[in-house]
């Protein structure tokens, strides 16, 4: 268990570029959640994947984000024309299907700055 | 209203002491309950986790949960310096997607030698 990978670990852009996450979870959990924590406050939910499907998505998770889970495995988190607004740390978490006996196991984060 | 609260804090106290850190919820589906860790520039780390009223002990951990009140609580016991981080309440309900967790804002804890 090498616990949930998340890259990079700081991602410094300007307005309006875009941006591209990554996270692994580990290997054997087929559940993803990607959360958005801003300074002082609880990760907020945005979206999560059961294997490649992507089940869910939060009204926050507006039109210039976008997550993919190829193949089940890793999952890439991109924001297009990127706003001050989405400055915030990104977290992925992992789990497996059932989650009563297996809690949500997340990695660093991606902290993201927008100048 | 916030579906889940938190005081933020900071709250301070001496090595050794007895903390108790606190949260309220108004949304009755809420039936999974859970206690995460954060250090700062770190990802949240699960300290407790339950699914039903009680206590939960876990070696200086205690959680409790009043779900007739919707408040749940965490106990440290002997607080080391080592425990001095954000602690974080978060929940969900049993039905459809249990990972989907509302967080409480966070308490920031700080134990001083």
């Known amino acids: 268990d090498t616990g949930v990978s998340q890259n990079p670990r700081h991602k410094i852009t300007k307005r309006g570029q875009n941006v591209t996450f990554r996270c692994d979870p580990i290997?054997?959990?087929?559940?993803l959640y990607w959360y958005r924590q801003t300074l002082g406050q609880g990760p907020e939910f945005l979206t999560y994947?059961?294997?490649?499907?992507?089940?869910?998505k939060s009204r926050l998770l507006s039109d210039r984000f976008s997550a993919e889970r190829p193949k089940g495995s890793f999952s890439t988190l991109e924001i297009q024309r990127t706003e001050q607004g989405d400055s915030a740390m990104y977290l992925c978490?992992?789990?497996?299907?059932?989650?009563?006996?297996?809690?949500?196991?997340f990695g660093n984060g991606t902290r993201l700055t927008v100048t | 209203q916030k579906e889940v609260e938190q005081d933020p804090g900071p709250l301070s106290v001496p090595e050794g002491a007895i903390v108790s850190l606190n949260c309220t919820y108004s949304n009755s589906a809420f039936q999974y309950f859970m206690w995460y860790r954060q250090y700062s520039r770190k990802g949240p780390e699960l300290l407790m986790y339950t699914y039903s009223s009680g206590n939960k002990e876990d070696g200086r951990f205690t959680a409790q949960v009043d779900k007739s009140s919707k408040y749940i609580s965490l106990f440290i016991r002997d607080s080391q310096p080592s425990d001095s981080a954000t602690y974080l309440c978060?929940?969900?309900?049993?039905?459809?997607?249990?990972?989907?967790?509302?967080f409480g804002q966070g308490t920031t804890l700080q134990v001083k030698p």
């Open positions: 978060a929940m969900s309900a049993l039905r459809g997607n249990t990972g989907k967790l509302i």
């Open positions: 290997s054997e959990h087929n559940r």
């Open positions: 994947f059961q294997n490649e499907a992507q089940l869910e």
């Open positions: 978490a992992s789990s497996t299907r059932d989650s009563i006996n297996s809690p949500l196991h």
